[in-house]
């Protein structure tokens, strides 16, 4: 049993640059969520999702686009990439919105 | 929407000692959780607890929903006990899981 799973582990990007972070979980869960999190900050919420072809905004969604057309997989999609988005990205998921959440080992990602 | 307030925002212990760690929030709420994250970046549950208390070994917790706070209790705290620790909270009829800003604890041998 896998649970949720991030690729890749570590990512440079160019200004301008178009890229997808992967998340897959292989736990049936219908809730799915992207959070970011910058140097000594907490999470914050991206998009989330409660289940297939069902998305939604979070706390600072700008810049990034995601889809969800299948239970398993929600990946994030940076359009332009910025020097802003240099984070480390971390995907959650579980069994419905409001229980235990289990997240992945997160995405570093650098803009240069 | 929803505020998650921790404290205290630091912590240094000398390994054995015990602490609490506090967690207020400013509505009411369906899901709360406390998780670890070490110093590799792994986020790691402690506990679904949107009330009641519990316990794993070492850990316990306890929330009071109608008082909209939630407390984690560290005992014989250890070394590998250090990292930073979250709550977070989706308040009632919502989707959003928000989190606090963290406590950072460091356990001193």
């Known amino acids: 049993n896998a649970g949720v799973t991030q690729t890749p582990k570590f990512q440079v990007l160019k200004t301008g640059q178009s890229m997808t972070l992967q998340c897959a979980q292989d736990m049936n869960h219908e809730y799915m969520s992207w959070y970011r999190q910058d140097p000594g900050m907490g999470l914050r919420l991206i998009h989330y999702s409660v289940g297939a072809g069902i998305t939604d905004q979070g706390e600072v969604p700008n810049g990034y686009n995601v889809s969800r057309s299948t239970t398993e997989d929600f990946p994030l999609r940076l359009l332009s990439a910025a020097p802003s988005q240099t984070s480390v990205y971390f995907c959650a998921s579980s069994y419905q919105e409001n229980t235990e959440a289990f997240f992945g080992q997160g995405t570093r990602l650098t803009v240069v | ?109």
Do not use: M
């Open chain 2, 1 to 109: 929407g929803i505020q998650v307030e921790q404290s205290p925002p630091d912590l240094i212990l000398q390994e054995g000692a015990n602490s609490t760690l506090r967690c207020n929030f400013s509505d009411s709420v369906n899901n709360l959780q406390w998780f670890h994250q070490n110093p590799w970046g792994q986020l790691i549950n402690l506990f679904y607890i949107p009330s009641g208390t519990k316990q794993n070994g070492r850990l316990s917790a306890t929330t009071v929903a109608t008082e909209r706070y939630s407390l984690l209790y560290i005992s014989s705290s250890q070394t590998t006990d250090s990292g930073v620790y979250f709550c977070a909270v989706a308040s009632s009829g919502g989707f959003k899981t928000i989190f606090g800003a963290g406590t950072r604890l460091f356990v001193k041998a």
